[in-house]
């Protein structure tokens, strides 16, 4: 009867995902709720305080408290506390009461009821049961911090504006793929989460200067990570003559080294950064055409000039786009 009210409750919260921004928590494994998967829902609680929410006149008072860890202390704010009764009434779950804050105090009716917890991504579930006389339940969320910056090589820190991380599952599913936990998450930001091993990509700037790796959250806990990016910031103009002005309504179109195109833009200056290694720059101003070859040294930024000489244009027919 309880594993059809955790599918129910399943269920439902997964429909969640769909008006949330794309997050999961991963709930512990407590008294026999297991591995539920559950959305990042603390947008969805009304902020009530950390005072008595009373539900009914003749219920017994339940307090909630969360820890970190097992022998971990009371978290005393940042904690949304969602109760849920376990009888489904049209597929869904009624919640039946819900708190922000550190521990909490319902009262409620005498009865059985799913309790959730969560903490940044971090959550846990549980279930209770509420009797006329007042009573203590702990939930341990078994999570921690993480926080994240990269740098350049030799130390040289990266403006934090064009560094960006997102976080994903430990573990891919068959075809590949992670499931994404936290999109866009600023350098040297706190985010809590349940302990446990994390797939972290670094993007600096918006090309291809990307690092992964895969980093362990332990339980009560701040893990602190820093990256190294072998990237640089590149600026390309096309010129007349050395140290001209640069030509404006330029299109850019920027090629690895196995002649791929990698980024296109449209200006007096093509700015960007890049990871090291060689690449082509093709720019065409005026139905004319000019190439040059460079590379990307780490941690060198470095302005690179593109000469539109009759000399150094290309033929459109020989198919530089």
Not at 26 to 35: I, L, M
Not at 54 to 77: E, F, P
């Amino acid at each position: 009867m309880f594993e059809g009210t955790v599918r129910l409750f399943l269920v439902w919260l997964g429909a969640l995902i769909f008006m949330a921004p794309v997050s999961l928590a991963v709930a512990q494994n407590v008294d026999g709720v297991t591995d539920l998967k559950l959305p990042g829902i603390s947008s969805y609680a009304t902020p009530k305080g950390e005072t008595s929410l009373a539900l009914s006149g003749g219920g017994g008072a339940i307090t909630l408290s969360a820890q970190l860890t097992d022998k971990g202390s009371d978290i005393t704010r940042g904690i949304v506390w969602r109760v849920f009764k376990p009888e489904a009434v049209n597929g869904k779950l009624p919640m039946v009461a819900s708190s922000h804050g550190g521990t909490a105090v319902f009262q409620l009716e005498p009865g059985s009821y799913l309790v959730h917890a969560s903490y940044g991504r971090a959550g846990a579930t549980k279930r209770i049961t509420v009797g006329k006389d007042a009573k203590r339940e702990s939930l341990v969320l078994d999570a921690g911090g993480l926080k994240l910056d990269a740098v350049l090589s030799g130390g040289v820190r990266i403006p934090p504006k064009k560094l960006r991380f997102s976080i994903y599952e430990g573990t891919a599913e068959a075809n590949g793929d992670r499931a994404l936990i936290i999109p866009d998450v600023e350098p040297n930001s706190v985010v809590r989460l349940n302990a446990g091993i994390y797939h972290v990509v670094s993007t600096y700037g918006a090309v291809n200067a990307v690092i992964r790796s895969d980093i362990r959250v332990e339980a009560g806990k701040l893990t602190e990570a820093t990256v190294e990016h072998h990237a640089a910031e590149i600026t390309m103009k096309l010129v007349r003559e050395t140290g001209g002005e640069a030509i404006a309504d330029t299109s850019w179109s920027l090629l690895n080294e196995s002649g791929d195109p990698i980024k296109e833009t449209v200006g007096a200056f093509a700015s960007m950064v890049l990871a090291e290694g060689d690449y082509t720059i093709i720019a065409k101003n005026r139905d004319r055409i000019y190439q040059k070859d460079f590379t990307v040294v780490a941690g060198q930024n470095q302005e690179i000039e593109v000469l539109a000489t009759e000399a150094a244009a290309m033929d459109p027919e020989e198919g530089a786009d």
